[in-house]
C-alpha cells in the first residue's frame, strides 16, 4: 500500500486512534485498488473478505429482490439504498458481526479504494478501545443516515426529497441563486430517490415552477428558500 494511501486512511476518524505501527499492520495484507464507474465491489449474499474504505469516488449499496413471475419481466428488481463517498466504510456491520452482506456495492463515481482484511478490522474491534469507540461513532452514524432516508420515503413526496437532495448540494455559504453540480446521472438518482426515471422527470418539471433548471448535470436553483420551505426538509441530522 502506497504511503500516500497509508496517510489518507490515518486522516479517517475510524483510523485516526492507531498508531502507524498499527496502521501497518492492518493494511500489510490489504490493498489499494483504482476502480472505474460501474465496477462491483461484493455482491448481496456473499461474506465479507474485506472492509472496504472509499478514499475517493463515490459507491452505491443496492438491495435486490425477485421480479414478478410474468414471462416479460426482468430476473430481478433492484434499488439503491443509499450512497457512500470518500472516507466511508462500506456495510461495516457484516464485516464485524460475520454475516453475508445484505445489498451489493456498484462504483458509480470512479473510486479508489482500500480493502483491508476482514479479521484484522474485527481483532482490532476486540482489542483497541479507541478503534472499537469510533466503530460504533460510525455505526451510529450510518444509523441515522438510514433513519433519515426511511423518513424521507414515508413522509415526503419525491418532489420534495428532490428538492430537499439538490439543497444539500449547494454549499451552506452560497447565496442565491445557487449553483449545483449533479454528481451522477438521473437513471443513479431516480433510483436513489426511491423513484422511476419517469417520475423523476415529472418531478424535475414540477421543481421548475419553482425556478429549478436542470440541464445535464448543471442545476440553477433561483431561490433556496423558496425550494427549502417546499421540500419540508426538517433539517435533523
Not at 63 to 85: K, L, Y
Not at 173 to 191: E, G, K
Amino acid at each position: 500500500m502506497h504511503n500516500d494511501d497509508l496517510v489518507a486512511l490515518s486522516k479517517i476518524p475510524l483510523f485516526a486512534g492507531l498508531s502507524l505501527a498499527q496502521l501497518e499492520e492492518l493494511t500489510q495484507a490489504g490493498f489499494v485498488h483504482a476502480l472505474p464507474t460501474g465496477a462491483t465491489l461484493f455482491e448481496q449474499g456473499e461474506m465479507p473478505g474485506f472492509l472496504h474504505v472509499i478514499l475517493r469516488g463515490a459507491v452505491a449499496v443496492v438491495g435486490t429482490a425477485p421480479a414478478d413471475q410474468a414471462a416479460d419481466a426482468p430476473a430481478h428488481r433492484e434499488a439503491i439504498i443509499t450512497v457512500f463517498g470518500a472516507n466511508d466504510a462500506l456495510i461495516a456491520p457484516a464485516v464485524l458481526l460475520t454475516l453475508p452482506y445484505m445489498m451489493s456495492a456498484r462504483v458509480i463515481e470512479a473510486a479508489r479504494i482500500a480493502f483491508l482484511p476482514a479479521q484484522a478490522i474485527r481483532d482490532l474491534l476486540a482489542n483497541h478501545a479507541g478503534f472499537a469507540q469510533e466503530s460504533a461513532l460510525m455505526l451510529a452514524r450510518h444509523w441515522r443516515l438510514l433513519v433519515r432516508e426511511l423518513k424521507d420515503l414515508k413522509l415526503r413526496s419525491v418532489s420534495q426529497r428532490l428538492a430537499g437532495y439538490l439543497l444539500s448540494l449547494a454549499p451552506a455559504a452560497q447565496t442565491a441563486p445557487a449553483q449545483v453540480a449533479l454528481p451522477f446521472d438521473r437513471r443513479v438518482l431516480a433510483s436513489w430517490l426511491g423513484t422511476t426515471p419517469e417520475n423523476l422527470s415529472r418531478s424535475i418539471a414540477q421543481l421548475g415552477g419553482l425556478g429549478v433548471a436542470i440541464r445535464g448535470r448543471k442545476v440553477h436553483i433561483a431561490d433556496p428558500d423558496l425550494l427549502h420551505r417546499f421540500s419540508r426538509e426538517d433539517n435533523l441530522r
